[in-house]
């Protein structure tokens, strides 16, 4: 049971350029959600999605897409990446009672 | 006015000291309040789950729930050297997908 993982760890990015980050959960949970942590700012939620084919936008969903083509899966995407999107990502899943259970993190910087 | 406020600290205590750290909140159909804490470079992970208004005690660690007032505390007895680390307070209402993140606390317990 490896919780929720996401890849990549790690990413540097060029204005412009484009890429996915990938959440997946092995607990079979409906919820899913997208949050980016910046200094002072705290976690903010980008999108969501309450079960499979189903997304949601959060408070700061521009400049982003999703898909969750399946339960165990969440996709982040970035179409055209600029220097505000640089920042910490963070996926989570819902768990019963309401908990958040959380991954480890994507570190993006866009330069 | 945001949803939840925290004070970012920083606040640095000595060990064996008692800690108190605090939210406040504006929306009074939060019924679900949780606090989470993130060790550096890690994804939060869920310290205390608390419903409505009450105490739960687990260990070193106490959460206070004040619907009243809309403010919610987290004690933390005897601070030892690795409870230094991040503390985020959130909540969330008894309908909607949605939690609501305080900006964090950082913590540093001195030996």
């Known amino acids: 049971n490896a919780g929720v993982t996401q890849t990549p760890k790690f990413r540097v990015l060029k204005t412009g350029q484009s890429m996915t980050l990938l959440c997946a959960q092995d607990m079979n949970h409906e919820y899913m959600y997208w949050y980016r942590q910046d200094p002072g700012m705290g976690l903010r939620l980008i999108h969501y999605s309450v079960g499979e084919g189903t997304t949601a936008k959060g408070e700061v969903p521009d400049g982003y897409n999703v898909s969750r083509l399946k339960k165990q899966n969440f996709l982040l995407g970035l179409e055209s990446a600029a220097p505000s999107q640089t920042s910490v990502y963070f996926c989570a899943s819902l768990a019963g009672q309401g908990i958040l259970n959380f991954g480890a993190g994507t570190r993006l910087s866009v330069l | ?111």
């Open chain 2, 1 to 111: 006015q945001k949803e939840v406020e925290q004070d970012p600290g920083p606040l640095s205590v000595p060990e064996g000291a008692i800690v108190s750290l605090n939210c406040t909140y504006s929306n009074s159909a939060f019924q679900y309040f949780m606090w989470y804490r993130q060790y550096s470079r890690k994804g939060p992970e869920l310290l205390m789950y608390t419903y409505s208004s009450g105490n739960k005690e687990d260990g070193r660690f106490t959460a206070q729930v004040d619907k009243s007032s809309k403010y919610i505390s987290l004690f933390i007895r005897d601070s030892q050297p690795s409870d230094s680390a991040t503390y985020l307070c959130a909540m969330r209402g008894n309908t909607g997908n949605q939690f609501y993140f305080g900006t964090g606390t950082s913590l540093t317990v001195i030996p």
